[in-house]
């Protein structure tokens, strides 16, 4: 990146199929970037406004997200400045964890299903998945 190119802000994406409320895919979205390292403490987020208007929802929305972000410890408000990762390390317990793989595998089902698969089709592809990742890791083993 050159000195004089900004990096670009982060953009929140919504799934309004999912059935998770906006405000929370906004949370996971934060906490989730912080977990992946694609955000940093004292990276910048976009303005309660800017993320009102890229997402079509309503800016108290986001507030409600922003603000719990910020009981948490998560996000840090500078008035007039803006509103930045804070110095709080993210660690998803075990709670989390599991909300957020019921969250996937219920939007992957719901995808699937609207596509006309069923869960079993699913199942026997996952099936499928797994027996060759452990093809794959027996053969990494043995040319070790």
Known sequence: MSTTEKPRPFAFRLDLRSGVPVYRQ????????MAAG????GDQLPTVRQVAVD?????????RAYRELEIR???ETQQGTGTFIGNKKVKRDDVERQRRL???VGEFA???GSAGFTV???LERLNDIQSEAGKASQLDQKRR
């Not at 906004?26 to 970037?33: A, F, H, L, P, R």
């Not at 694609?38 to 403490?41: C, F, G, K, N, R």
């Not at 997402?55 to 507030?63: A, D, F, K, R």
């Open 120 to 122: 079993e089709d699913l």
């Open 102 to 104: 019921n969250q996937l």
């Open 38 to 41: 694609t955000l940093a403490s």
């Open 73 to 75: 410890g998560v996000l």
């Open 110 to 112: 719901a995808r699937a």
């Open 26 to 33: 906004i949370i996971d979205q934060v906490t989730g970037g």
């Open 55 to 63: 997402l079509s929802i309503n800016p108290n929305t986001v507030m």
